[in-house]
């Protein structure tokens, strides 16, 4: 048996013995599927398993309240394991992060089966708010990547996937303010902030056509009047902008900013424009680490399609900017429905959902071990580190 038959055992073995606890995980976090932020629950019982598992947690944790920091080992080379489990409102857990959660934790437990043999500090995070403002990037702000060589994690999905790039985004809160008036007694006393919302809209809409292939606008108004007898003196808006880099990300901001002043141009409101969350950016999977786990999945019958096109957004994009990051989907039967909706949740729990969790689990402990016992890999993800 050669080395790396006998670590895909080992690693094996650890997923085998940890799987009832990871399903449970899995299963919780689904039944009881809390908002960004606000995850307390779910944060807890990937701790406790943790714990249990023997990692420590380190002596200064994340600032946001349902984040963490989690160790296990002390070798040179840090792989560290991104562990989401917000929901979404109305509809739980319609992006699958109790299979994300629960994936990334296992390839936690898997990997630490052999760390101490490859020289590797398993790490885990626990990243809030992927849906919304973007943990992970609260992360990088406070340090917590600044010792990782190398990060994974894997997301629910139907088709098994990796090499994926995503869109860069950002959200604006555009709100205008005017000046209100009798819309029937004395309209020219007034400014009409709606006004100024439906120019920016207009202005938006056609300036869709110049802007850079794979661009996407979208744009909602959340307020924009009391009663059809007085002049608006507030509208509001929520704008959500992507791009194919941050680069191209810049030129659509410049171009939509000058769509929103023309609207208080226009009208004489006032314009305040606030950025909502964090900006994520593109993501950039890491080739070797890519073909690592696509032959470990091969070893458990997947077929992994490379596939190098962007696929939605997510703020581990901003992790592949820092250091060698892999992000692939796991696919499960999911009947057709697609993320974001109650149908994709129901199958969440799926005999189908639960084996991509071990199957998911194993991928990324093998790529991680095959990265550290090749000797030209591990010296560039240590070279990546400094």
Known sequence: MSTDEARAQRITAALEHWKADLLQLSHEIHADPELSGQEFRAAQRVSNLLEKAGFGFDAQQPQLATAFSARHGNGELVAAFCVEYDALPGIGHACGHNVNAAAAVGAALGLAAVAGELGITVKVLGTPAEETTGGKVELIKEGFFDDVSLAMMAHAGADDIVGGSSLAICMWDALYTGKPAHAALAPEEGINALDAMVIAQT????????????????????????????????????????????????????????????????????????????????LRQDRFLAGAYQRALGARERDVLYDERALASTDMGNVSHLVPTIHPVIGYEVGGAVHHTAEFTAFGTSASADKAIMDAAFGMAMAAAAAAADPVERERLLAAKD
């Open 203 to 282: 202005a938006i809409a056609l300036a869709r056509q110049q802007l850079p292939a794979g661009s996407v606008v979208s744009m909602i108004v959340t307020e924009g009047g009391s009663a059809a007898n007085v002049i608006p003196d507030r509208a509001r808006a929520n704008i959500e902008m992507r791009a194919e880099s941050v680069e191209t990300l810049r030129r659509i901001e410049a171009r939509v900013r000058r769509c929103l002043e023309a609207g208080a141009h226009g009208t004489g409101a006032a314009l305040d424009i606030r950025e909502v969350g964090n900006e994520y950016a593109d």
